[in-house]
């Protein structure tokens, strides 16, 4: 299982994730698309990649924005997989 994080690795790990917000107990960020179409192809990318790396956020889909949560159920808190997960989708 993995450890949560301090809230001082928190702040120090979001600040390279500058389109990330800390909403506790998550770490969301909001993507914008023209239209459903492809919002909902965008949430399925993120399902998966969550899939083939075993991290699974909640997702929340809108008529054109798609919100990503992440937080470890199992820690209980913000682990290092949450941000490497944010990292992840930031660079596809």
């Known amino acids: 299982?993995?450890?949560?994080?301090?809230?001082?690795?928190?702040n120090a790990r979001l600040a390279a994730l500058p389109h990330w917000h800390h909403h506790p107990p998550y770490?969301?960020?909001?993507?914008?698309?023209?239209?459903?179409?492809?919002?909902?192809?965008?949430?399925?990318?993120?399902?998966?990649?969550?899939?083939?790396?075993?991290?699974?956020?909640?997702?929340?889909i809108g008529y054109a924005?798609?919100?990503v949560r992440y937080w470890s159920h199992d820690a209980g808190g913000l682990t290092a997989r949450d941000f490497e997960s944010a990292h992840a989708l930031d660079a596809r």
């Open 27 to 60: 770490i969301t960020r909001t993507f914008r698309f023209a239209r459903y179409p492809q919002a909902v192809a965008f949430a399925v990318e993120v399902a998966l990649h969550a899939e083939r790396v075993d991290h699974h956020p909640e997702l929340v």
């Open 65 to 67: 924005t798609v919100e």
């Open 1 to 10: 299982m993995a450890t949560a994080l301090s809230p001082e690795e928190v």
